[in-house]
């Protein structure tokens, strides 16, 4: 009960934030992620988890998965096949205590997050022990709890200081050299943020595990972006504890309690296409109109592309509905409406959809709609 009333008020806050950012900017071109793939199941059999916390891929392209609470590293091929495990229950080297970061560095070697043992331990790719260091503490350079860790193409590694809500930055010997973020659930905020990953391009990628959502960030700590919500659906989490981006851009999430890998695809998004492209009304309000109506009556401005492609999708990523302009009446008048039906005919839920317009040489440009019944 308590969740079904968070979940309500942030829908409410959200389409209040989502009217007030079409008022001020129809549409804008960006960056979107859709479902691609899953696979894995509780248990504690090779290949099974309990409690996936972590992941990070190797230059192979093979994934190293924190398996937590069976206190060991599972290895598999980016398909999703089994390769080997190490580790168990312990305070030695080579064991663990509820483990709940892994990285690989330029070497190919493996450290782990050993949060309860307040510690990283580092490993050969085949899970052979090679050394271990850190403490506990509240100070620059010391961890409440070090559940992520992750390290870029300059050896930068990055903690996630998960119970002080933050992301402190080291050199590769372990030296600070930067710290981001504060308790709460506002953009660049975090709540208990468990891991975090990067990208050939240096971005940093963090599961902020008790906002159920992902955010993006420069290698400095700017904001880039966000996806997520609490929920079993494509797309949404359950505390979701690990991450790990590949050499192709895709994004692979541990969604913890949903005992389940999520993968999600970047899709590029031009700045070619006109970004001002009129959308109304938006949020819709059934009651009042049945239909919204994509590019201005005159201002050429803010129409649609000639022989423009809408496709509209729901947060989880799935496709809604397609429309084409011209429409039926075969007029090229920079306009196209939806009667915010799906594919099917049917009428389609209260909620955030996303649009993308595609023009003619695949430029493309997206923004968000709000439906309320």
Same mark, same amino acid.
């Given at each position: 009960? &308590? ?21 001020? !900017? ?62 168990? @229950?312990?305070?030695? %080297?080579?064991?663990?205590?509820? $483990? ?5 560095? *330029? ?9 309860? #043992? ?7 790719? *085949?899970? @052979? ?17 070090? !559940? ?10 990055? &903690? ?14 372990? %030296? ?15 709540? %208990?943020?468990? *891991? ?9 990628? &963090? ?6 959502? =992902? ?18 659906? +494509?797309?949404?989490? /359950? ?18 309690? #949903? +005992? ?9 998004? %031009? ?9 109304? $009304? ?5 009651? +009042?109109? $049945?239909? =919204?109506?994509?590019?201005? $009556? ?15 999708? *729901? ?7 397609? =429309? /084409? ?24 839920? @209260? ?7 595609? +023009?003619?040489?695949?430029?493309? !440009? ?8």
């Amino acid at each position: 009960m &308590v969740d079904m009333v968070v979940m309500k008020r942030g829908f409410f806050i959200n389409l209040i934030f989502v009217g007030f950012l079409f008022m001020t !900017c129809p549409a804008y071109c960006g960056e979107y992620y859709e479902f691609a793939a899953k696979w894995g199941e509780y248990g504690r059999e090779d290949g099974k988890f309990d409690c996936t916390r972590d992941l990070s891929i190797d230059d192979e392209e093979n994934l190293y998965i924190v398996d937590m609470g069976n206190n060991r590293i599972q290895k598999f091929t980016k398909n999703g096949i089994f390769i080997t495990k190490w580790g168990r @229950s312990g305070t030695e %080297s080579g064991q663990f205590k509820w $483990p709940c970061g892994i990285a690989i560095d *330029n070497e190919g070697n493996v450290c782990v997050a050993d949060t309860f #043992n307040n510690r990283i331990q580092k490993f050969t790719k *085949n899970g @052979s022990f090679i050394a271990k260091w850190g403490n506990y503490g509240s100070g620059t350079g010391e961890f409440v709890g070090c !559940c992520g860790i992750a390290i870029d193409n300059e050896e930068n590694v990055y &903690v996630a200081d998960t119970y002080n809500h933050r992301i402190q930055k080291f050199t590769k010997n372990g %030296s600070f050299t930067a710290k981001w973020g504060n308790y709460g659930s506002g953009t660049g905020e975090f709540i %208990s943020p468990y *891991n975090l990953a990067v990208d050939k391009e240096g971005n940093i990628y &963090v599961a902020d595990t008790y906002n159920h959502r =992902i955010q993006k960030f420069t290698k400095n700590g700017v904001f880039i972006t966000k996806w997520g919500g609490v929920g079993t659906e +494509n797309g949404q989490f /359950k505390w979701p504890c690990g991450i790990a981006v590949d050499n192709e851009g895709n994004v692979y999430v541990a969604d913890t309690f #949903n +005992n389940r890998i999520q993968k999600f695809r970047k899709i590029e998004l %031009s700045s070619h296409i006109r970004k001002d492209i009129m959308v109304y $009304p938006n949020p819709l309000k059934v009651y +009042n109109h $049945p239909r =919204i109506t994509f590019g201005h $009556p005159t201002d050429e401005n803010k129409m649609l592309p000639e022989r423009a492609e809408i496709k509209i999708y *729901n947060i989880a990523g799935e496709l809604v509905k397609t =429309i /084409k302009e011209p429409e039926d009446d075969g007029k090229a008048d920079g306009r196209a409406t939806w009667d915010v039906t799906n594919n099917k005919g049917n009428k389609v839920a @209260s909620g955030v959809y996303i649009y993308i317009i595609t +023009n003619p040489v695949g430029e493309k !440009c997206t923004g968000k709609i709000g439906i309320v019944k």
